[in-house]
């Protein structure tokens, strides 16, 4: 069993347990460096996590000099989502490979800001927020207030960046 990213993958290996390749370099006439790092066979999550982190920290721009690491960023995901209802209330659902995508793994915190024109969620540790969901399928639920200015039926579009997801309105949110 392997599970892929754009440059780490996290393969079961010969005795039972979870081995993560990950980006450290593309020095190396272009070729590339990979780390690696092994884990127990009860340790899954933990090893796509990695996976995860080290990817997106190589594809994220160098803070220290300046210059990016690679040419080549993550392509952000969009999605077109209609604002559902719950026992009268909006709500927006969101799960699986997407929120992986942005980094947004089961047991991570973020933040969720709002202004009036949507919703922004930012993954932080000390956020207020828990991603939950059951194995390594992670789930986000925004409901009731959470989901102001939007109301239910309002057109959004959630934008799936590393480390941030954005729902704004593509109507005219709110408004009856």
Not at 65 to 74: I, L, R, V
Request: glycine share 10%; charged share 30%; with cysteine.
């Amino acid at each position: 069993m392997k599970n892929n990213f754009s440059l780490a993958t996290v393969e079961k290996n010969s005795i039972g347990g979870w081995t993560v390749r990950y980006p450290i370099s593309n020095a190396l006439n272009g070729k590339g460096w990979f780390g690696e790092a092994h884990f127990d066979h009860n340790r899954k999550a933990e090893a796509i996590r990695l996976a995860h982190v080290k990817e997106t920290d190589f594809l994220l721009p160098n803070d220290i000099d300046g210059e990016t690491k690679m040419e080549n960023y993550n392509t952000d995901t969009v999605q077109d989502y209609t604002v559902r209802s719950n026992k009268g209330k909006p709500r927006i659902w969101i799960e699986g490979k997407r929120l992986v995508s942005a980094g947004f793994l089961r047991g991570e915190r973020f933040t969720l800001t709002r202004d009036e024109t949507g919703i922004c969620l930012r993954l932080d540790a000390e956020g207020s927020r828990k991603v939950c969901g059951k194995g390594e399928r992670p789930l986000i639920d925004i409901s009731g207030g959470g989901c102001a200015p939007m109301v239910t039926g309002d057109q959004v579009e959630i934008v799936y960046k590393p480390r941030q997801i954005e729902i704004t309105c593509t109507n005219w949110c709110g408004e009856r």
